[in-house]
Protein backbone atom coordinates (compact mmCIF):
# COMPACT_ATOMS: atom_id res chain seq x y z
CA UNK A 1 0.00 0.00 0.00
CA UNK A 2 1.01 3.87 -0.90
CA UNK A 3 1.64 5.42 2.26
CA UNK A 4 1.17 9.14 2.35
CA UNK A 5 2.65 11.71 4.19
CA UNK A 6 2.17 15.59 4.08
CA UNK A 7 2.65 18.33 6.09
CA UNK A 8 0.42 18.82 9.71
CA UNK A 9 -0.52 22.24 9.04
CA UNK A 10 -0.07 25.26 6.85
CA UNK A 11 -0.92 28.62 7.43
CA UNK A 12 -1.19 31.81 4.72
CA UNK A 13 -2.82 34.77 4.15
CA UNK A 14 -5.80 35.40 1.50
CA UNK A 15 -4.40 36.43 -2.00
CA UNK A 16 -1.74 33.88 -1.57
CA UNK A 17 -0.69 30.94 -2.84
CA UNK A 18 -0.57 27.69 -1.25
CA UNK A 19 1.80 25.09 -2.19
CA UNK A 20 1.12 21.70 0.03
CA UNK A 21 3.01 18.65 -1.00
CA UNK A 22 2.87 14.71 -0.97
CA UNK A 23 5.05 12.29 -0.11
CA UNK A 24 4.60 8.69 -1.36
CA UNK A 25 8.05 6.62 -2.17
CA UNK A 26 6.02 3.52 -2.66
CA UNK A 27 3.23 4.42 -5.28
CA UNK A 28 2.28 2.06 -7.41
CA UNK A 29 2.60 1.68 -11.51
CA UNK A 30 -1.56 1.88 -11.53
CA UNK A 31 -1.79 4.15 -8.44
CA UNK A 32 -3.73 8.09 -9.28
CA UNK A 33 -3.19 10.88 -6.68
CA UNK A 34 -6.29 12.55 -5.43
CA UNK A 35 -6.58 15.53 -3.02
CA UNK A 36 -9.73 15.84 -0.66
CA UNK A 37 -10.72 18.99 1.16
CA UNK A 38 -12.69 18.33 4.02
CA UNK A 39 -14.12 21.04 6.05
CA UNK A 40 -15.49 20.82 9.83
CA UNK A 41 -18.23 18.33 10.33
CA UNK A 42 -18.17 17.69 6.75
CA UNK A 43 -17.40 14.77 4.58
CA UNK A 44 -14.21 15.21 2.25
CA UNK A 45 -14.90 16.52 -1.28
CA UNK A 46 -12.74 15.53 -4.26
CA UNK A 47 -10.34 18.39 -5.51
CA UNK A 48 -8.60 17.31 -8.46
CA UNK A 49 -6.99 14.03 -9.65
CA UNK A 50 -3.73 13.03 -11.42
CA UNK A 51 -1.53 10.49 -13.01
CA UNK A 52 1.88 12.29 -13.90
CA UNK A 53 2.83 15.80 -14.82
CA UNK A 54 1.01 18.08 -14.50
CA UNK A 55 -3.22 18.68 -14.30
CA UNK A 56 -5.39 22.29 -13.44
CA UNK A 57 -8.45 22.26 -13.44
CA UNK A 58 -10.88 25.17 -12.06
CA UNK A 59 -10.01 24.94 -8.52
CA UNK A 60 -6.34 23.72 -7.83
CA UNK A 61 -3.48 22.03 -9.72
CA UNK A 62 -1.78 18.87 -9.25
CA UNK A 63 2.25 18.94 -10.21
CA UNK A 64 3.39 15.19 -9.76
CA UNK A 65 7.34 14.88 -11.38
CA UNK A 66 8.48 12.54 -13.50
CA UNK A 67 9.35 9.39 -10.55
CA UNK A 68 6.07 9.99 -9.08
CA UNK A 69 6.82 9.53 -5.52
CA UNK A 70 5.83 12.82 -4.37
CA UNK A 71 3.17 15.61 -5.66
CA UNK A 72 1.92 19.22 -5.16
CA UNK A 73 -1.23 20.67 -4.86
CA UNK A 74 -1.48 24.64 -5.60
CA UNK A 75 -4.22 26.66 -4.64
CA UNK A 76 -3.84 30.10 -6.38
CA UNK A 77 -4.75 32.77 -4.38
CA UNK A 78 -6.64 31.37 -1.30
CA UNK A 79 -9.39 32.73 0.75
CA UNK A 80 -10.54 32.49 4.33
CA UNK A 81 -13.07 29.75 2.68
CA UNK A 82 -10.57 27.71 1.68
CA UNK A 83 -9.57 26.94 5.78
CA UNK A 84 -10.08 23.48 5.79
CA UNK A 85 -8.18 20.24 5.89
CA UNK A 86 -6.71 18.87 2.75
CA UNK A 87 -6.03 15.20 1.95
CA UNK A 88 -3.94 13.50 -0.03
CA UNK A 89 -4.62 9.67 -1.80
CA UNK A 90 -3.07 7.46 -3.88
CA UNK A 91 -4.44 4.82 -5.48
CA UNK A 92 -5.90 2.52 -8.28
CA UNK A 93 -8.82 4.51 -9.48
CA UNK A 94 -9.92 1.47 -11.44
CA UNK A 95 -10.00 -1.22 -9.11
CA UNK A 96 -11.14 1.08 -6.33
CA UNK A 97 -10.84 -0.72 -3.56
CA UNK A 98 -10.89 1.42 -0.08
CA UNK A 99 -7.49 0.22 1.79
CA UNK A 100 -6.02 0.36 -1.81
CA UNK A 101 -7.05 4.19 -1.61
CA UNK A 102 -5.06 5.11 1.07
CA UNK A 103 -5.83 8.65 3.29
CA UNK A 104 -2.87 10.21 4.38
CA UNK A 105 -3.04 12.51 7.59
CA UNK A 106 -3.85 15.43 6.27
CA UNK A 107 -2.95 18.90 6.42
CA UNK A 108 -4.50 21.70 8.41
CA UNK A 109 -4.91 24.94 6.24
CA UNK A 110 -5.37 27.60 7.88
CA UNK A 111 -6.08 31.34 5.69
CA UNK A 112 -5.50 34.40 7.56
CA UNK A 113 -6.72 38.14 6.45
CA UNK B 1 -29.24 14.85 -8.98
CA UNK B 2 -28.79 13.51 -5.24
CA UNK B 3 -25.65 12.68 -3.15
CA UNK B 4 -25.00 10.25 -0.65
CA UNK B 5 -26.99 10.69 2.37
CA UNK B 6 -26.58 8.96 5.52
CA UNK B 7 -28.65 8.68 8.83
CA UNK B 8 -28.95 9.29 11.75
CA UNK B 9 -27.08 12.53 11.40
CA UNK B 10 -26.82 12.53 15.04
CA UNK B 11 -26.64 9.03 17.47
CA UNK B 12 -26.07 8.61 21.07
CA UNK B 13 -26.08 5.35 23.24
CA UNK B 14 -25.28 3.81 26.10
CA UNK B 15 -21.71 1.71 26.26
CA UNK B 16 -23.29 -2.20 25.43
CA UNK B 17 -26.10 -1.48 22.72
CA UNK B 18 -26.34 -1.72 19.44
CA UNK B 19 -26.40 0.28 16.50
CA UNK B 20 -27.47 0.76 13.12
CA UNK B 21 -26.03 3.16 10.80
CA UNK B 22 -27.34 3.82 7.16
CA UNK B 23 -25.92 5.09 3.95
CA UNK B 24 -28.02 5.68 0.46
CA UNK B 25 -25.41 5.88 -2.30
CA UNK B 26 -25.58 7.99 -5.24
CA UNK B 27 -27.88 6.00 -7.63
CA UNK B 28 -25.87 4.13 -10.21
CA UNK B 29 -22.82 3.48 -8.41
CA UNK B 30 -21.53 0.65 -8.20
CA UNK B 31 -18.46 0.98 -5.26
CA UNK B 32 -19.41 2.22 -1.49
CA UNK B 33 -16.84 2.83 1.47
CA UNK B 34 -17.31 3.13 5.27
CA UNK B 35 -14.84 5.01 6.87
CA UNK B 36 -14.03 6.38 10.59
CA UNK B 37 -13.39 9.33 11.42
CA UNK B 38 -12.62 10.00 14.96
CA UNK B 39 -11.65 13.64 16.56
CA UNK B 40 -9.04 15.63 15.08
CA UNK B 41 -7.99 12.15 12.83
CA UNK B 42 -7.81 11.45 9.37
CA UNK B 43 -10.10 8.99 7.49
CA UNK B 44 -9.83 5.70 8.59
CA UNK B 45 -10.89 2.88 5.88
CA UNK B 46 -13.77 -0.19 7.29
CA UNK B 47 -15.28 -1.73 4.43
CA UNK B 48 -15.53 -1.77 0.61
CA UNK B 49 -18.15 -2.91 -1.42
CA UNK B 50 -17.72 -3.37 -5.13
CA UNK B 51 -20.78 -4.75 -7.08
CA UNK B 52 -21.46 -8.57 -6.32
CA UNK B 53 -18.22 -8.97 -5.42
CA UNK B 54 -17.31 -10.08 -1.84
CA UNK B 55 -16.78 -7.65 0.47
CA UNK B 56 -13.15 -6.37 1.77
CA UNK B 57 -13.34 -6.04 5.34
CA UNK B 58 -10.13 -5.84 6.17
CA UNK B 59 -10.66 -2.76 7.83
CA UNK B 60 -13.40 -3.68 10.41
CA UNK B 61 -11.55 -2.92 13.33
CA UNK B 62 -13.29 -5.89 15.61
CA UNK B 63 -15.99 -8.92 15.22
CA UNK B 64 -18.72 -6.31 16.79
CA UNK B 65 -18.69 -4.08 13.55
CA UNK B 66 -20.56 -5.54 10.26
CA UNK B 67 -21.95 -4.28 7.19
CA UNK B 68 -24.40 -5.07 4.27
CA UNK B 69 -25.14 -4.03 1.49
CA UNK B 70 -28.36 -4.66 -0.95
CA UNK B 71 -27.04 -5.32 -4.65
CA UNK B 72 -25.78 -1.53 -5.33
CA UNK B 73 -28.38 0.16 -3.21
CA UNK B 74 -27.95 1.24 0.87
CA UNK B 75 -25.57 -0.01 2.80
CA UNK B 76 -26.21 -0.50 6.59
CA UNK B 77 -23.23 -0.48 9.46
CA UNK B 78 -23.72 -1.92 12.93
CA UNK B 79 -21.80 -1.88 15.58
CA UNK B 80 -22.47 -4.75 18.72
CA UNK B 81 -22.28 -3.94 22.14
CA UNK B 82 -20.67 -0.62 21.72
CA UNK B 83 -17.72 1.24 23.51
CA UNK B 84 -16.88 4.10 23.86
CA UNK B 85 -13.47 4.30 21.92
CA UNK B 86 -16.13 3.90 18.81
CA UNK B 87 -17.33 7.27 19.52
CA UNK B 88 -16.65 9.17 15.92
CA UNK B 89 -17.96 10.38 12.46
CA UNK B 90 -19.14 7.02 10.66
CA UNK B 91 -18.66 8.06 7.13
CA UNK B 92 -19.60 6.94 3.94
CA UNK B 93 -18.53 7.32 0.45
CA UNK B 94 -19.64 5.57 -3.30
CA UNK B 95 -17.67 5.88 -6.63
CA UNK B 96 -18.83 5.18 -10.16
CA UNK B 97 -15.65 3.04 -11.10
CA UNK B 98 -16.09 4.60 -14.22
CA UNK B 99 -13.57 6.00 -16.95
CA UNK B 100 -10.47 5.25 -14.86
CA UNK B 101 -11.51 7.78 -12.03
CA UNK B 102 -12.64 6.19 -8.42
CA UNK B 103 -13.84 9.87 -7.16
CA UNK B 104 -15.39 9.11 -4.19
CA UNK B 105 -18.44 10.92 -3.01
CA UNK B 106 -19.00 11.13 0.59
CA UNK B 107 -21.93 11.68 2.62
CA UNK B 108 -22.68 13.77 5.95
CA UNK B 109 -21.47 11.43 8.41
CA UNK B 110 -22.78 9.98 11.60
CA UNK B 111 -21.73 11.51 14.26
CA UNK B 112 -21.62 8.51 16.95
CA UNK B 113 -21.23 9.10 20.81
CA UNK B 114 -21.19 6.46 22.90
CA UNK B 115 -21.46 7.47 26.56
Given at each position: ???????????????????ITCSHN???????ITWYQQFPSQGPRFIIQG??????????????????KSSTLSL??????????????VGDPVT?????????????????? | GAGVSQSPSNKVTEKGKDVELRCDPISGHTALYWYRQRLGQGLEFLIYFQGNSAPDKSGLPSDRFSAE????????????????????VYLCASSALAGGSDTQYFGPGTRLTVL
Amino acid sequence: LAKTTQPISMDSYEGQEVNITCSHNNIATNDYITWYQQFPSQGPRFIIQGYKTKVTNEVASLFIPADRKSSTLSLPRVSLSDTAVYYCLVGDPVTGGGNKLTFGTGTQLKVEL
Amino acid sequence: GAGVSQSPSNKVTEKGKDVELRCDPISGHTALYWYRQRLGQGLEFLIYFQGNSAPDKSGLPSDRFSAERTGESVSTLTIQRTQQEDSAVYLCASSALAGGSDTQYFGPGTRLTVL
